[in-house]
């Protein structure tokens, strides 16, 4: 199975915290992506990064990427009460169209 | 102004019944998907269309049919109905070399 697995699955930190959130996947991807998904809501992109790239920034988040370790991390900084949502890593794989989904991590950020 | 859209947001069923689920995206992308998360909240795609033309169907039982009248929709019509259809329904869309997918808000279907 290409099924990422994501780190840990829930979090739950002070407002104002950095929250980290990590990625693994098993075979050779194009790029890895990050979505948010507030409850009862659709998945909302934040972040694509490439195979051949190794760090990207977006506001208050940072994502890297270590293909020789297959994994990927999201951190927010200086969270914010709204930041409270799941959190899923999504690749995609050499020779597949697709997207394929880790099982999210709940973030939970308390005032 | 919405950018992929799906109706119903909710639909609550019998078993055996058959339903639809319509989606339309206004963005003029080329590819759009069908996922079904579960309770777990794992999602899983289903299907991928790509200018009207099925792409990917990730071994989903023939009870759900995707029709694509158009590259701005993407319907899903699922006959008999079970109880383990029960999940949340996304649509996404994407420009046809993949990358960033828009998602739907979802539709909630509860079949009892």
């Known amino acids: 199975s290409q099924q990422g697995e994501e780190d840990p699955q829930a979090l739950s930190i002070q407002e104002g915290e950095n929250a980290t959130m990590n990625c693994s996947y098993k075979?050779?991807?194009?790029?890895l992506q990050w979505y948010r998904q507030n409850s009862g809501r659709g998945l909302v992109h934040l972040i694509l990064?490439?195979?051949?790239?190794r760090e990207k920034h977006s506001g208050r988040l940072r994502v890297t990427l270590d293909t020789s370790k297959k994994s990927s991390s999201l951190l927010i900084t200086a969270s914010r009460a709204a930041d409270t949502a799941s959190y899923f890593c999504?690749?995609?794989?050499?020779?597949?169209?697709?997207?394929?989904f880790g099982q999210g991590t709940r973030l939970t950020i308390n005032p | 102004d919405t950018a992929v859209s799906q109706t119903p947001k909710y639909l609550v069923t019998q078993m055996g019944n058959d339903k639809s689920i319509k989606c339309e995206q206004n963005?003029?992308?080329?590819?759009m998907y069908w996922y079904k998360q579960d309770s777990k909240k794992f999602l899983k795609i289903m299907f991928s269309y790509n200018n009207k033309e099925l792409i990917i169907n990730e071994t989903v039982p023939n009870r759900f049919s995707p029709k694509s009248p158009d590259k701005a929709h993407l319907n899903l019509h699922i006959n008999s109905l079970e109880l383990g259809d029960s999940a949340v329904y996304f649509c996404?869309?994407?420009?046809?070399?993949?990358?960033?997918?828009?998602f739907g808000p979802g539709t909630r279907l509860l079949v009892l």
């Open positions: 075979t050779s991807i194009n790029n």
């Open positions: 990064i490439r195979s051949n790239e």
């Open positions: 963005l003029g992308h080329d590819t």
């Open positions: 996404a869309s994407s420009r046809i070399d993949g990358g960033t997918q828009y």
């Open positions: 999504a690749t995609e794989h050499q020779g597949a169209q697709k997207l394929v």
